[in-house]
């Protein structure tokens, strides 16, 4: 490997023979990083590994951009914002561009849940992480790193091992969205639906101004959207609704009316109806429940 980068270049790696005996713990065993790193501007950045690793390798690109290639397929392009994992045990290489220089955080994870997380079917072709989950993964690398590099007992690394699991199922979500569509560069906004309806539950949307948020038709929005949250989206977006009026429910003396016109319902009779279809309790229940 030949690797220049600039100054906030990071690279932690844990002793083998301590994580043998680590990963042995409960709450350590399911999934815990053994490699942590930061490499910046990472010009020259270049890895071969002919017989793989134990460990999966998963790598985020933040600036510039760079390549990844399994033994026997392609390479795929690594682009600002996309994110690779490469399956444990696969031969691979990877690089960045001479011309744009890659930013990447990247982690090495293994564990029980690995694969449930991150393979094995998945190949190293690189997909989105959506905006909004970017700060998250950087903020969860970022504190993972630090309280690593201040030791290494078996309560950093149990810590750090929660820290993976938030990790991985940022990566999972990020990967369920790019199986949505066969161009996992051009993802439907189902996240943008998501935001929209959270911001209007004290009003109404319908089905047309959601698959808008989507850039989608009607038909293949519900689809997706179906697929991503087990709910069709007026369904999901009523849930939201019901969840906010039980909060209010819960934590004032509003009446059931008052609270039933808050969340965008006119009747309340079909209020509280819907409310103890979801919730299981009538909305006086629920309240009672609540606040004794």
């Given at each position: 490997m030949d690797r220049r980068s600039g100054d906030q270049e990071r690279l932690l790696a844990l002793p083998v023979h301590m994580m043998d005996e680590y990963a042995a713990h409960p709450l350590v065993r399911p999934l815990h990083i053994t490699d942590i790193g930061c490499f910046p501007k990472a010009r020259n950045h270049y890895w071969r590994r002919t017989e793989g690793i134990e460990a999966y390798?998963?790598?985020y690109c933040t600036e510039g951009s760079g390549w990844v290639g399994l033994d026997g397929e392609r390479r795929h392009e690594v682009r600002k914002g996309e994110l690779t994992v490469i399956p444990a045990g696969a031969p691979h290489e990877y690089g960045s561009s001479e011309e744009?220089?890659?930013t990447?955080?990247?982690f090495h994870m293994k564990g029980e849940h690995a694969s449930s997380f991150f393979g094995p079917e998945r190949s190293a072709e690189p997909f989105p992480i959506p905006v909004e989950r970017s700060a998250a993964f950087i903020g969860l690398f970022d504190e993972c790193y630090e309280f690593l590099r201040q030791g290494h007992s078996l309560e950093h690394v149990i810590y750090a091992s929660q820290l993976a699991g938030h990790l991985a199922a940022i990566i999972r979500l990020a990967y369920a969205g790019r199986q949505e569509t066969p161009n996992p560069r051009r993802q439907p906004n189902i996240e943008q639906a998501l935001r929209?309806?959270?911001e209007r539950l004290e009003d109404n949307v319908s089905l047309a101004e959601l698959a808008a948020q989507a850039a989608l038709s009607i038909p293949h929005f519900t689809q997706l959207f179906k697929k991503r949250t087990g709910y069709s989206p007026i369904d999901y977006y009523l849930r939201l609704k019901i969840q906010s009026a039980s909060q209010y429910l819960a934590l004032t003396d509003q009446s059931v009316k008052a609270v039933s016109l808050?969340?965008?319902f006119q009747d309340p009779y079909y209020f509280s109806r819907l409310f103890k279809k979801i919730m299981g309790k009538s909305p006086s229940a629920y309240r009672s429940a609540h606040q004794d």
């Open positions: 390798v998963i790598m744009s220089p890659w990447i955080y990247w929209y309806m959270t808050r969340a965008g």
